[in-house]
């Protein structure tokens, strides 16, 4: 079954304790993308990965890290998290993007994060 | 600047009645449009896209929508509403010249029985 996975699904963490989301694809999917969502502002994209070891900041990026060494997988890393990072988070994939090229997202189930 | 509108936070609509979610947008050329519906407590789902041709794009579970390029509208429609479609639907616009997906604040859509 072709799918974005997340883990974990829901997480409890504290002020300053360094975290790792992890996203990971089966479809070969070129275009990897990290959103969070929160109420009323819709979805804002943190960072965005367009093949292995490229990576861009998307429109909030401060206070996160990613990494894409293998095209799979595509870790999401909090290094301080703070309570302004309390939200809902999504991992989404896509095949390539280009002009012209406008394929649709899969997006993983979410990881619902607090941070006290 | 790129941007996406949905007016409306939450629209409510009788079972078996039509249904319309508005969008309107915002880019430099020409543009790439897409809905997306979120159930609770799930992930986005694609629900369907504008690239280019016809104006009306159909989609999944009985959606569509209509591109007008004069009223920069991309409006999604239902003929008739099911209580299963209650949810939150999401606009998004790129604009062929670049990469990034600008996403709207979300439509609650409640149907009811």
Same mark, same amino acid.
């Given at each position: 079954?072709?799918?974005?996975?997340?883990?974990?699904? &829901?997480?409890?963490?504290?002020?300053?304790?360094? %975290?790792?989301?992890?996203?990971?694809?089966?479809?070969?999917?070129?275009?990897? =993308?990290? &959103?969070?969502?929160?109420?009323? /502002?819709?979805?804002?994209?943190?960072?965005?990965?367009?093949?292995?070891?490229?990576?861009?900041?998307?429109?909030?990026?401060?206070? &996160?890290?990613?990494?894409?060494?293998?095209?799979?997988?595509?870790? /999401?890393? %909090?290094?301080?998290? =703070?309570?302004?990072?309390?939200? %809902?988070?999504?991992?989404?994939?896509?095949?390539? /993007?280009?002009?012209?090229?406008?394929?649709?997202?899969?997006?993983?189930?979410?990881?619902? %994060?607090?941070?006290? | 600047? @790129?941007?996406?509108?949905?007016?409306?936070?939450?629209?409510?609509?009788?079972? *078996?009645?039509?249904?319309? !979610?508005?969008?309107?947008?915002?880019?430099? *050329?020409?543009?790439?449009?897409?809905?997306?519906?979120?159930? #609770?407590?799930?992930?986005?789902?694609?629900?369907?896209?504008?690239?280019?041709?016809?104006?009306?794009?159909?989609?999944?579970? *009985?959606?569509?929508?209509?591109?007008?390029?004069? @009223?920069?509208?991309?409006?999604?429609?239902? #003929?008739?509403?099911? !209580?299963?479609?209650?949810?939150?639907?999401?606009?998004?616009?790129?604009?062929?010249?670049?990469? @990034?997906?600008?996403?709207?604040?979300?439509?609650?859509?409640?149907?009811?029985?």
């Amino acid at each position: 079954e072709a799918q974005v996975t997340q883990n974990p699904r &829901y997480l409890i963490t504290v002020t300053g304790k360094k %975290l790792t989301v992890t996203c990971s694809q089966n479809m070969n999917h070129e275009y990897m =993308s990290w &959103y969070r969502q929160d109420p009323g /502002l819709g979805l804002r994209q943190i960072y965005y990965s367009m093949n292995v070891e490229v990576t861009d900041k998307g429109d909030v990026p401060e206070g &996160y890290k990613v990494s894409r060494k293998e095209k799979r997988n595509f870790p /999401l890393i %909090l290094e301080s998290p =703070s309570p302004n990072q309390t939200s %809902l988070y999504f991992c989404a994939s896509s095949r390539r /993007l280009g002009h012209q090229a406008a394929y649709e997202q899969y997006f993983g189930p979410g990881t619902r %994060l607090t941070v006290t | 600047a @790129q941007s996406v509108a949905q007016p409306e936070d939450q629209v409510n609509v009788a079972e *078996g009645n039509p249904l319309t !979610v508005k969008c309107t947008y915002s880019v430099s *050329g020409n543009p790439y449009l897409f809905w997306y519906v979120q159930y #609770p407590n799930r992930g986005l789902q694609f629900l369907l896209k504008y690239i280019t041709g016809d104006n009306l794009v159909k989609g999944s579970y *009985g959606f569509e929508a209509e591109f007008n390029k004069s @009223q920069t509208s991309f409006h999604l429609k239902k #003929p008739s509403a099911l !209580v299963s479609d209650s949810a939150l639907y999401f606009c998004a616009v790129r604009a062929d010249s670049n990469y @990034q997906l600008i996403w709207g604040a979300g439509t609650k859509l409640i149907i009811k029985p």
